[in-house]
């Protein structure tokens, strides 16, 4: 009874080596090679699989994913002798699993070492400027070497980046030195450009400002010229119309005056007595220092003493209050008109020909003085 459960357990653990042998079960986004006895049979895709028991065994698993392997830094030496360390990044993906397990024992190694000798095939050709500044042609020269080589490998290279470039330390010195220089140099010459233009922006300023006030001070001048020139006019027509009026009324008072002594008949004592008055105004000067009395003082003062008494003729003496003497009497005084004493007969001053005095601007204004004639018309010609 023992023996025979043990063969039963024997036979079930036996089914169950056997069903697991032949089931498999492919992930996604992989591929399994599958030998029979020994030999390439065929590649599973993804899914579920049946195999043969112990006649079929999987070789390898590949996945069919695009792959990323960064390179350590490879020494490389340039054109001009200078060796510098490169990094790269490979992206790769295996579209045959069967080469890929078969053309090649590690792909993984072949593509290091491939890409090691391409790239220092490529860099060699170049000085450490153009490696430094031509990524793109390095990256497009390893591309499509390694594209070449590994296709029978069953790998396709998307793309190489070339990750970092490290020169010497002492190489990445004098090229910070350069570059510092090159900084140096462009902020002195745009410091200079910018002093350079803003002193001709100054100096641009300053001009229109000279110029502008040049000009303002050319008008002002004018304008005082052409106010002093009008103010003169009014001032002398003012002053010609005061001496008008003046000298009219000093016309109409020596007439009043004259035609009065007229009326009043003077006689010769109020003659006198108007000369004896008029002689103290001729010694009120203060450089007079003597005083000369005339010839005609004595007749004066006989003529005054005779103011009081009776006179020559009808008797009566300019001082007698009284009937007027016999005789036919005077005109009448007529009264005066003094509505026409203050006219001047002038037109006023505003409405003068020298009065209106048209300004113009500065550019169409002529010279404000005449032109001197030349010399030869001020000389007088040679008499004959």
């Not at 399994?32 to 049946?50: D, F, W």
């Not at 462009?186 to 200079?192: E, F, K, M, N, S």
């Not at 209050?321 to 005084?333: I, K, Q």
């Amino acid at each position: 009874m023992v023996a025979a459960l043990i063969a039963l357990a024997v036979i079930a653990l036996f089914v169950i080596v056997v069903l697991i042998k032949s089931v498999t079960i492919v992930p996604q986004a992989q591929a399994k090679v599958v030998e029979r006895l020994g030999r390439y049979s065929r590649t599973l895709s993804p899914g579920l699989a049946l195999l043969v028991p112990f006649v079929d065994r999987v070789r390898a698993t590949i996945d069919l994913r695009e792959q990323v392997i960064s390179f350590p830094p490879q020494p490389v030496i340039t054109a001009d002798n200078l060796q510098v360390g490169i990094d790269t990044v490979v992206y790769f993906q295996v579209t045959e699993p069967r080469l890929a397990v078969y053309g090649i024992a590690n792909y993984i190694t072949g593509m290091e070492q491939l890409t090691t000798t391409t790239l220092r095939n490529v860099v060699g050709g170049l000085n450490l400027e153009g490696a430094l500044t031509g990524r793109d042609g390095i990256n497009s020269q390893l591309r499509t070497v390694l594209d070449g080589t590994t296709g029978p490998w069953g790998l396709r290279v998307a793309r190489v980046e070339i990750k970092a470039i490290d020169p010497p330390p002492s190489i990445q010195d004098s090229m910070e030195k350069q570059m510092r220089a090159d900084r140096d140099k462009r902020a002195v010459i745009l410091t200079a450009e910018g002093a350079r233009q803003s002193s001709i922006t100054t100096a641009e300023g300053q001009k229109a400002a000279q110029i502008l006030s040049a000009e303002g001070q050319k008008q002002a001048v004018i304008l005082q010229a052409e106010a002093e020139r009008q103010s003169r006019i009014l001032r002398a027509e003012g002053e010609r119309a005061a001496l008008f009026l003046q000298a009219q009324g000093q016309a109409k008072s020596i007439e009043t005056v004259f035609k009065a002594i007229h009326d009043g008949k003077p006689d010769q004592g109020l003659l006198a007595y108007q000369y004896l008055q008029t002689l103290p105004k001729i010694a009120q000067g203060d450089a007079n220092k003597m005083w000369i009395v005339p010839s005609e003082f004595s007749k004066a003062l006989e003529g005054l003493s005779r103011l009081g008494g009776p006179g020559e003729g009808d008797g009566r003496s300019w001082l007698d209050v009284g009937t007027p003497p016999a005789g036919p009497p005077s005109a009448p005084d007529p009264s005066l008109d003094t509505a026409s004493w203050f006219d001047s007969n002038l037109p006023p001053a505003a409405d003068q020909p020298e009065a209106k005095i048209s300004l113009s601007s500065i550019a169409d204004q002529g010279p404000l003085l005449p032109p001197v004639p030349p010399i030869s018309d001020l000389t007088d010609p040679p008499q004959q």
